[in-house]
């Protein structure tokens, strides 16, 4: 019998889970460590904030799933690998010995890059915090007080999280006075996305009154100011971080293989550099020679090939080569059942593009939710 560990039920481990549920080995001994019994699904995020979704809807059960699995599920946060030994630490002190291991455990916003930001600022994730967070503040809306709120960082997630926090608590909080700003870092909003998807939002963003603060490198928070590198600012009562990814410190601390921003460096057969029977997957990975963005949809893609490699070390077998896609087909929503297709050059917009999201996004979730157990 050998001992598969995987650590966090990240959108590549519950396509893992799945995998073992429909095809069971009863050589290998399954188990799954997370701190969640409750893993959130990216591409619902969004709805959620805005109030279309609810808990339960974008939110897959890892106990439901381990059970399909057949897999033991441990609720507990790991805090450290000793590759060396082939043993991870716990949170709770505890030990287990693996004979292969897999790491998908995502990534959280930099806070720690902007002074004050863990103080003054909320990031969107962890997204229930994040949720808790924003009621509060509507708590406050209602109360009469008003409220100016800034997000920080114009990428996909960030305008998409705005446009639903202001969709949110324009029926939360109907009657109060809210502001609303964008800091981005850059010239514009959107890096990456064609110039038409960028007109859309832009335009979004005027029709909504959300101001736009441009070429704004934030470096600090200090109680209700946002200070730019330059010395712009921005005065804010509700901040929130959106601005990109950053790597949990402990598989650095734990000697593996990272790039100099933390993420786990593995070969395309998602095999980290540090050790063959040590895999990572998702945001937390990092592939040198073909680096892929942090995105659920990457995570998603390299699943069915991390199921396979990690029977494959245990079981002597060839493994498979991930390649990732050169450009993936973005689904931004607009808060109020509306989104924007963006991929290459193609822009299409509308409340299908929101519809088609919507089916594909109860699709995903069916598939790992809708599981048979035991
Ligand atoms: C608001 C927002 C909207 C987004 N929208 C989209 C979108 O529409 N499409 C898209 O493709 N991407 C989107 N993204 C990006 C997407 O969320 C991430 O790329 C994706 O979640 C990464 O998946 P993952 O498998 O790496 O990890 P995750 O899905 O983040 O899962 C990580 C898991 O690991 C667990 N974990 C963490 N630390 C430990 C530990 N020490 N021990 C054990 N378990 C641990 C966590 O509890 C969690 O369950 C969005 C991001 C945000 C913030």
Redesign the pocket.
């Known amino acids: 019998m050998k001992r598969l560990v995987l ?7 519950v396509e893992v889970l799945r995998a073992f549920g429909r095809r069971a080995d009863p050589n290998i001994e399954l188990i799954l ?4 019994r409750y ?2 699904y ?2 619902m ?2 709805g959620w904030i805005a109030g279309h979704y609810a808990f339960a809807d974008c939110h897959i059960d890892l106990d439901r799933l381990a059970r399909f699995a057949g897999a033991r599920f441990m609720l507990s ?3 450290g690998v000793t590759y060396g030994k082939r043993e991870l630490r716990l949170d709770d002190g505890g030990v287990i010995g693996y004979d292969a291991c897999s790491i ?4 959280t916003p930099p806070v720690n890059a902007i002074e004050g930001a863990r103080t003054h600022a909320v990031p ?2 962890p ?1 229930g915090a994040f949720i808790d967070a924003l009621e509060a503040t509507a708590t406050e809306a209602r109360k009469g007080r008003s409220i100016r709120i800034a997000l920080i960082g114009a990428g ?2 960030g305008v ?2 705005l446009l639903a926090v202001q969709y949110r608590l324009q029926h939360a909080a109907p009657a109060a006075n809210i502001s609303y700003s964008l800091v981005s870092a850059s010239t514009s909003i959107l890096p990456g996305h064609p110039q038409r998807t960028r007109e859309i939002f832009l335009r979004m963003l005027r029709e909504r009154h959300i101001a736009l603060a441009n070429d704004c490198m934030v470096r600090s928070i200090d109680g209700h100011i946002i200070r730019a590198a330059d010395g712009k600012v921005v005065e804010a009562d509700f901040c929130i971080v ?1 601005t990109g ?1 950053a790597a ?1 410190s ?1 598989p650095t601390a734990s000697g593996i293989a990272t790039d100099p921003q933390g993420f786990i460096k593995i070969h395309e057969t998602l095999q980290t550099e540090s050790d063959p029977v040590l895999f990572a ?4 990975a990092s592939i040198p020679k073909r680096p892929y963005p ?4 990457y ?1 998603v893609r390299q699943g069915p090939i991390l199921a396979a490699n990690l029977c494959n070390i245990l079981t002597n077998q060839p493994l498979a080569r991930y390649s990732p896609q050169r450009e993936a087909l ?2 931004i929503s607009t808060g109020n059942r509306y989104a924007v297709a963006s991929r290459g050059p193609l822009t299409l917009a509308g409340r299908w593009v929101w519809a088609w999201k919507d089916h594909i996004d109860w699709r995903f979730m069916n598939k790992y939710n809708r599981v048979p157990v035991p």
Not at 281 to 284: P, V, Y
Not at 294 to 297: E, L, N, Q, R
Request: charged share 15%; no cysteine; net charge negative.
């Open positions: 650590i966090g039920g990240g959108h590549s481990h460590v997370s701190p969640d893993t959130p990216s591409g995020l969004p946060r790991v805090v998908d455990i995502g990534s969107v994730k997204v996909a997630a998409e999280v959106a990814a949990a402990w997957a998702g945001d937390i942090k995105s659920g949809v995570a973005a689904l």
